[in-house]
């Protein structure tokens, strides 16, 4: 590291290889039929266009990317003495299948003769040793080679028959068992829908790991699906963009002039916004974007609109201001919901808050703070005793406040209130990391909004709902910040009439990952009670990390410690590539020595970006070098996980109760079928080789996915190449993450920059007007 930014508290010192064929190019192309043999053993010769159709049996494979498609497979060749390499895109195929592909000759210059696969077809294996090792090769789950030479012993060459048509024959094989038979029935049917669906989609432009993803979101109607409606797949297939959908959808027929696209392109426009948090989007900026990326005329694009609108699957509004907002139809729907339900959530008369001899609300609230402080030795500030007595006379409360300012604190008064008046109290948080800090700050038990609500995986919806209320006289809501409008709308729709509600946050730091900026717009409409907590308390006024995160709420510049035992360190570097050595240097050296926290466990690096030599991708693959180099790892689509790997989930995953954001560590791995299990606050998820899409290294993350998150030590990069991120709040956000240490890597300009720069992360939402008209 460069001296100049030495501080005296942290000085200190500085899978598979890859396929055959892709690492060169062919260094000559087609050969006519004297030139190699293979034409001859076929008895064929190369098409018109040059394209030569072989068959054989699968004899290995060589190499195989799920992510990308991309295999090598040595294929016994009919009359032919040694096995060919066959590569390109195409569906698993297992040893022992016997394989049927158009495609072209090569003969690369590094790994000789070899045929570039354009389609390939499976054939039903002809021999009984063909049978074996295509059932045992594992492609059917509970199947290996044992129990596939039973089977074929048993059912002979009509095995592939029976497992298709008569697959309660099974039973016959010896040691199967009718529950395992069972069970390798229903594995061989699925294993048999999807590779249907892989022919299928390869055929029309697809890779397989595609193929997978859409077999798990659709099952057996894929197919149909796909024939019927392909853009459905960018809307409901996760990492499936607009452009492979409409491949799909061009190569069964779909006119680029039909409604049905320009529709399509329209809602999947709706999706990108909501993905960045709009909950609408002005139309004329929706139909300029929706044309270019259809290539088409605004006027069409205009007119699906209004046939989106026509058939309810959009909510075209004017707005007070006089823009015109396109909704999707769903987010419209909660949108309106949620204000209209908070607002007779406000309305409704409540449970009576009295004391046990009938004394009334005010006086019951003074009781509570008198209990409060002497058992506590805490005197509440005056802002914290309005809270406390507008708890005791509002149906919903708003509390927001930075850090030190007390926000715990009046929970637990608050709770003590309620406790006073005999009120039944349950305590939720958006994630599970917040859910455990207010358990621990409170000493009562805090659930996810997730799991308070009773998500059911298979309805994919909550229990807890309208006519199946939450039995609580309170809910008191943490993390408010955090709640997008979906989840809000759910909240609402699931606390009685008579219930009060008490959402905690603090309305500076970032808006929701998903859509809306809920608490923002509830704060800015007031039509909701709201408390503000300014003032900051004795116990934090000398935690300096509190004292600079309310600098920079004010537009001032933070100040770094001096001493060696401080806990706010400012670098200044304008290099990205010297700023990406340092932040290595403090992760891996200088803040475990200085400090006696764990690389991994403890210290977590924030950036605003995932691109460029600071971003979350190039500092996530160094520090994986340097603090877990070795051990047994998968690879998906480039990304290498390893055993002892942080890791982040990247999208909400209701099946297995893991959400977007959420951090845990590998704690398994089986690199033979690429499978891990990761623990995530300190229970096991375990991940398919399809599902490692959804995770990330998670060493460094972006400061967007730390919202709601603490860590005993931040390192936090900000510099100019990120102006286009750079804002106060976001600044804010990252240092407010750190609980022990906050280490700032910038540059001056960046920091300027980011303070000087007092918008918010703007988003369209029309929550807050609905409030205010009531």
């Given at each position: 590291?460069?001296?100049?930014?030495?501080?005296?508290?942290?000085?200190?010192?500085?899978?598979?290889?890859?396929?055959?064929?892709?690492?060169?190019?062919?260094?000559?192309?087609p050969q006519g039929p004297a030139q190699h043999t293979l034409f001859a053993a076929q008895k064929a010769a190369p098409a018109k266009d040059g394209t030569l159709t072989l068959e054989g049996e699968v004899v290995r494979v060589t190499y195989e990317?799920?992510?990308?498609?991309?295999?090598?497979?040595?294929?016994?060749?009919?009359?032919?003495?040694?096995?060919?390499?066959?590569?390109?895109r195409f569906q698993p195929v297992a040893p022992g299948t016997r394989v049927r592909a158009t495609g072209r000759y090569e003969r690369d210059g590094r790994h000789g003769d070899q045929l570039r696969v354009e389609t390939l077809l499976e054939i039903a294996p002809s021999t009984l040793q063909g049978l074996e090792k295509y059932l045992g090769s594992g492609m059917v789950a509970g199947v290996g080679p044992v129990f596939a030479k039973r089977i074929v012993e048993t059912l002979g060459v009509d095995a592939l028959r029976v497992l298709d048509e008569e697959p309660?024959?099974?039973?016959?094989?010896?040691?199967?068992?009718?529950?395992?038979?069972?069970?390798?029935?229903?594995?061989?049917?699925?294993?048999?829908?999807?590779?249907?669906?892989?022919?299928?989609?390869?055929?029309?432009?697809?890779s397989a790991a595609l193929a997978t993803r859409i077999y798990k979101r659709f099952g057996a109607s894929a197919i149909d699906i796909v024939k019927r409606a392909p853009y459905?797949?960018?809307?409901?297939?996760w990492g499936v963009g607009f452009k492979t959908a409409d491949q799909i959808a061009r190569a069964v027929g779909v006119s680029p002039d039909a409604p049905e696209r320009a529709q399509a392109g329209v809602l999947q426009m709706l999706s990108d916004l909501a993905g960045k948090g709009h909950v609408y989007a002005e139309r004329n900026a929706l139909v300029a974007a929706a044309a270019l990326m259809l290539e088409r005329e605004e006027e069409g694009v205009n007119r699906a609109i209004d046939a989106l609108a026509l058939s309810g699957r959009a909510r075209v509004e004017t707005l007070p201001s006089g823009e015109v907002a396109v909704y999707e139809s769903t987010l419209y729907e909660a949108?309106?919901?949620?204000?209209?339900?908070?607002?007779?959530?406000?309305?409704?008369?409540?449970?009576?808050?009295?004391?046990?001899?009938?004394?009334?609300?005010?006086?019951?609230?003074?009781?509570?703070?008198?209990?409060?402080?002497?058992?506590?030795?805490?005197?509440?500030?005056?802002?914290?005793?309005?809270?406390?007595?507008?708890?005791?006379?509002?149906k919903i409360l708003v509390i927001t406040g930075g850090p030190g300012v007390g926000k715990t604190t009046i929970v637990r008064a608050i709770l003590a209130l309620f406790d006073l008046a005999g009120h039944t109290v349950r305590l939720a948080a958006p994630t599970g990391r917040a859910a455990k800090r207010m358990s621990e700050a409170t000493g009562r038990e805090a659930v996810t909004l997730h799991r308070m609500l009773e998500f059911d995986p298979k309805e994919r919806g909550f229990l807890r709902k309208k006519g199946r209320a939450l039995e609580a006289d309170v809910l008191i809501v943490d993390e408010a910040s955090m709640i997008d409008l979906p989840l809000c709308d759910a909240l609402t729709q699931a606390t009685s009439d008579e219930a009060r509600l008490v959402l905690v946050g603090d309305v500076d730091q970032l808006p929701s990952v998903g859509p809306g900026a809920v608490l923002r717009d509830i704060i800015a409409s007031g039509a909701i009670p709201t408390v503000r907590l300014s003032q900051i308390f004795r116990q934090a006024e000398g935690s300096l990390i509190v004292?600079?995160?309310?600098?920079?709420?004010?537009?001032?510049?933070?100040?770094?410690?001096?001493?060696?035992?401080?806990?706010?360190?400012?670098?200044?570097?304008k290099d990205p590539e010297e700023a990406a050595a340092t932040i290595h240097e403090l992760v891996t050296?200088?803040?475990?020595?200085?400090?006696?926290?764990?690389?991994?466990?403890?210290?977590?690096?924030?950036?605003?970006?995932?691109?460029?030599?600071?971003?979350?991708?190039?500092?996530?693959?160094?520090?994986?070098?340097?603090?877990?180099?070795d051990g047994p790892s998968v690879t998906r689509g480039g990304k290498v996980f390893r055993l002892g790997d942080k890791v982040m989930q990247l999208k909400n995953d209701y099946d297995r109760e893991v959400y977007n954001g959420d951090v845990g560590l590998v704690r398994a791995i089986d690199a033979e079928a690429g499978t891990l299990t990761v623990t995530f606050d300190g229970r096991?998820?375990?991940?398919?080789?399809?599902?490692?899409?959804?995770?990330?290294?998670?060493?460094?993350?972006?400061?967007?996915?730390?919202?709601g998150s603490e860590y005993p030590a931040v390192v936090v990069t900000l510099l100019s190449q990120h102006f286009v991120m750079l804002s106060r709040n976001l600044l804010y956000t990252a240092v407010t993450r750190g609980k022990r240490l906050v280490v700032l890597v910038t540059d001056g300009r960046a920091l300027n920059l980011a303070l000087s720069e007092t918008r918010r992360e703007e988003r369209q939402t029309g929550l807050a007007h609905r409030l205010r008209r009531g």
């Open positions: 590291m460069n001296r100049r930014g030495r501080t005296p508290l942290l000085a200190g010192g500085t899978g598979r290889k890859g396929p055959a064929g892709a690492a060169s190019r062919p260094r000559s192309g990317n799920d992510q990308t498609g991309f295999r090598v497979v040595k294929v016994a060749i009919d009359g032919h003495e040694a096995p060919l390499p066959w590569v390109g309660e024959r099974l039973a016959e094989v010896p040691g199967l068992g009718s529950r395992r038979a069972e069970a390798v029935a229903k594995a061989w049917a699925s294993q048999r829908v999807i590779r249907d669906i892989m022919i299928f989609l390869q055929q029309h432009g697809a459905r797949l960018a809307l409901e297939v949108e309106a919901r949620l204000a209209e339900r908070l607002l007779a959530l406000l309305r409704a008369p409540g449970r009576p808050l009295a004391g046990r001899r009938g004394e009334p609300p005010e006086v019951v609230a003074q009781a509570a703070i008198e209990s409060f402080e002497a058992r506590t030795r805490v005197a509440l500030a005056p802002a914290q005793r309005d809270a406390i007595e507008q708890a005791a006379r509002s004292q600079n995160a309310h600098r920079i709420h004010d537009g001032e510049k933070p100040e770094g410690a001096t001493d060696k035992r401080g806990e706010f360190f400012v670098f200044q570097r050296e200088r803040i475990p020595r200085g400090f006696g926290l764990h690389p991994v466990r403890d210290v977590q690096v924030l950036s605003p970006m995932n691109k460029g030599p600071v971003g979350t991708i190039a500092l996530n693959e160094t520090l994986q070098r340097s603090l877990n180099p096991d998820v375990a991940y398919e080789e399809s599902d490692l899409d959804e995770l990330v290294l998670a060493y460094a993350t972006t400061i967007h996915k730390s919202q």
